[in-house]
């Protein structure tokens, strides 16, 4: 039976539209693809700008901070490096807002909170730092020695830890477990960790300074000076050398060179609670009371939360009153 000719013309294939018909969609199409690919373009150049202008304010932060040193190392017995408003500022007000997702942001912000006793602020910095990048090993060291310098508490060797199974060579994380082993008594167990620090960077003066405080811990005075004295030629402008040669002096009834160490040490860094400390316990200890207490009382100032200055000063101030 024969189709009608609507039966036909219902079945006839559509018509084919020619590429002129379609040109004004696929330029529109690829005119939107372009913009996209813009925007998204400019969007990274955006961001890799405002990390740029970031990372340089997070650079003249540190350059204040570390006095200038190109490289610092990061010292269990130096918590603070040289902080003041310009550093609050550069981190806080500048690259803060311009990068919050920076995890050297949050790093440099913990130093410079510890650097002026908010330990637990900083504490709280360097862990966002960890949460930003979990394989910040600088950060997870820093965190550690903060959590033990908060009241004198033990718990940051698990940081240290992590870090040594993650990455075997950092120097800092060695010393800082020696520092915690000395801190208990097990001087062996420091030796043998500065001894593998020492393998892996031979010119580490932190390294150097901590065998000092070993040989120091074994009453070994003059192997003790002459480590204090090789970081000092690593590390010119580095306090605790003379801090070290200090105490050393003190083992040895040397009372007037000490005290010119420490004076060092602080002209080299105002900010050294440890040398100021170390200074209040010389004066202490030759019975210069009045020097005594106005340094114990500057160093209250300087780290509020010092419970051995406090206890110092609460020791001296009974014994003036009884005096009295």
Same mark, same amino acid.
């Given at each position: 039976m024969e189709s009608s000719p609507s039966q036909a013309a219902?079945?006839?294939?559509?018509?084919? =539209?020619a590429l002129k018909d379609w040109l004004p969609i696929i330029i529109s199409v690829l005119a939107l693809a372009l913009s996209l690919l813009s925007f998204i373009q400019s969007r990274k150049n955006s961001e890799a700008t405002r990390r740029s202008t970031a990372n340089q304010h997070l650079a003249e932060a540190w350059s204040i901070m570390s006095g200038g040193r190109a490289v610092v190392e990061i010292d269990p017995l130096k918590f603070r490096l040289v902080a003041n408003d310009k550093?609050?500022?550069?981190?806080?007000?500048?690259a803060l807002p311009l990068d919050p997702s920076n995890p050297l942001v949050y790093h440099h912000l913990g130093v410079y909170l510890q650097s002026v006793g908010?330990?637990?602020?900083?504490?709280?910095?360097y862990r966002e730092a960890i949460r930003l990048n979990p394989n910040y090993s600088d950060a997870?060291?820093?965190?550690?020695?903060?959590?033990?310098?908060?009241a004198k508490q033990f718990g940051g060797s698990k940081y240290f830890d992590k870090v040594i199974?993650?990455?075997p060579? =950092?120097?800092?994380? =060695?010393i800082a477990l020696a520092w915690m082993d000395l801190r208990t008594g097990d001087d062996i167990g420091a030796q043998n960790k500065l001894q593998k620090a020492l393998e892996i960077?031979?010119?580490?003066a932190a390294a150097h300074v901590m065998l000092g405080y070993v040989y120091l811990d074994r009453e070994n005075a003059s192997a003790a000076r002459e480590s204090f004295l090789y970081a000092s030629d690593l590390e010119p402008t580095l306090d605790t050398p003379y801090i070290g040669l200090a105490l050393s002096s003190m083992t040895q009834g040397n009372f007037s060179e000490a005290e010119s160490f420490l004076t060092t040490a602080i002209k080299l860094d105002p900010w050294s609670v440890q040398a100021k400390y170390t200074l209040a316990a010389l004066y202490n200890k030759n019975q210069r009371v009045q020097e005594a207490t106005t340094a114990?009382?500057?160093?209250i100032r300087m780290d509020p939360a010092n419970y051995e200055a406090h206890n110092e000063l609460a020791i001296l101030t009974s014994v003036r009153l009884e005096v009295e």
């Open positions: 219902s079945q006839a294939p559509p018509p084919r =539209h550093v609050r500022s550069l981190i806080e007000n500048q908010r330990v637990e602020d900083a504490i709280k910095a997870y060291v820093r965190l550690g020695l903060a959590i033990e310098a908060q199974t993650v990455e060579r =950092h120097v800092a994380a =060695h960077e031979p010119r580490s114990y009382r500057g160093v």
